[in-house]
């Protein structure tokens, strides 16, 4: 009589793995297991395409007697008028912001910046 041969079966459900005589896994017919199931591919979204950006429109305000010197202005416009004024310090520049729909006060450095581009030679007024 020829020796059993037992092999560790890990398909069981719960607390581990049973100790079965080979026989009975080579006897267990495949099909009880359920197919396993894979998803197709996901199709990669459509880039949508961005909204074209409207031109910038800014708004300056004399400090000491809050006039507005410029509003609705284009780049061009506020260059322009920023030439006239003494000081960068002298205006407050605003930036219409439409997807909050009010105006925007200029940081520090955005305000330096048109300050500097009023200053360049090559900027006529």
């Known amino acids: 009589m020829a020796p059993k041969v037992w092999v560790l079966e ?3 459900k719960g607390t581990g793995a ?5 026989e009975r896994v080579l006897e267990s ?10 998803p197709p591919k996901r199709r990669p979204a459509p ?4 909204e074209p950006r409207a031109p910038r429109r800014f708004k300056i305000v004399d400090l ?5 010197l410029a509003e ?11 030439g006239e004024i003494r000081s960068v310090v002298d205006v407050n520049i605003y930036v219409w ?9 200029l940081t520090g450095s955005e305000q330096a910046a048109l300050w500097e581009l009023s200053r360049s030679p090559q900027v006529v007024h």
């Open 47 to 50: 880039a949508l395409e961005p």
């Open 97 to 105: 912001e439409p997807k909050h729909d009010r105006w925007r006060l």
């Open 64 to 68: 000491l007697s809050r006039q507005v």
């Open 18 to 22: 049973n100790v079965v005589p080979l």
């Open 10 to 12: 890990t398909s069981t």
């Open 72 to 82: 609705d202005a284009g780049v061009r416009e506020t260059v322009a008028t920023l």
């Open 29 to 38: 017919p495949a099909s009880n297991q359920t197919p396993l199931y894979v």
